[in-house]
């Protein structure tokens, strides 16, 4: 479970990078949308995505997501800890 930093001070001195980041990431995956206070999802989980599902989103969107990948200061593990927490959402389900 993520709980993305809000502003508190104090809930952000004990936050993990990724948690530090994950507002920042969040509204460059999806548009600005609200930052929701929690993301869950199975730990090394392995899902099913139908063909109909993955054309919801634009071939663009996916290249973005991409190149945010490759360009993030993250270390490899954090941004597999993001992407593994952000495939649900990507492919059209809430956050937890």
Not at 4 to 19: C, I
Not at 44 to 71: D, H, I, L, N, T
Not at 84 to 94: C, K
């Amino acid at each position: 479970m993520i709980r993305p930093v809000s502003d508190n001070k104090e809930s952000s001195a004990q936050a993990s990078s990724v948690e530090q980041e994950y507002p920042t990431i969040w509204k460059t995956f999806f548009n600005s949308t609200d930052v929701p206070e929690m993301i869950a999802t199975p730990y090394c989980g392995q899902f099913a995505v139908s063909r109909e599902q993955v054309r919801k989103r634009p071939r663009e969107e996916y290249m973005r997501y991409q190149q945010w990948v490759m360009e993030t200061k993250l270390k490899d593990e954090e941004i597999e800890q993001v992407m593994g927490s952000l495939w649900h959402v990507i492919f059209g389900r809430e956050a937890v």
